[in-house]
């Protein structure tokens, strides 16, 4: 099993940035492929990137451009990097991972780890 702990969440006024950090620990060398996602209140849970263990990436439209995301093997850690933060950036970010297959995924259901979440909350 593979545990994932987030941090970097917190306050940012619009136009700021925020490093987030998602932790691996367990069974790390079946990380294959790691994410993050997001969720607002009262909305689903939508895919932000994903980062494949080769170091392939992509992202949703919303992040394009303004997110970067990377990963540390050595260290079993993934980052998200996010500048130019909206008020609409706004959510619980959920660091995920696919530790049965190779196979890339944008949705929820094709993640089986999951971390505790770390809100981000950017202010206008």
């Known amino acids: 099993q593979v545990q994932l702990v987030e941090s970097g969440g917190g306050l940012v006024q619009a136009g700021g940035s925020l490093r987030l950090s998602c932790t691996a620990s367990g069974r790390t060398s079946s990380t294959y492929v790691m994410a993050w996602f997001r969720q607002a209140p009262g909305k689903e849970r939508e895919f932000a990137a994903f980062i494949m263990r080769n170091g392939g990436t992509y992202y949703a439209d919303f992040a394009k451009g303004r997110f970067t995301i990377s990963r540390d093997n050595a260290k079993n850690t993934m980052f998200l990097q996010m500048n130019s933060l909206k008020p609409e950036d706004t959510a619980a970010y959920y660091c995920?991972?696919?530790?049965?297959?190779?196979?890339?995924?944008?949705?929820?259901?094709?993640?089986?780890?999951w971390g505790q979440g770390t809100q981000v909350t950017v202010s206008s």
């Open positions: 995920a991972a696919n530790t049965l297959s190779l196979r890339v995924g944008l949705r929820s259901s094709e993640y089986d780890a």
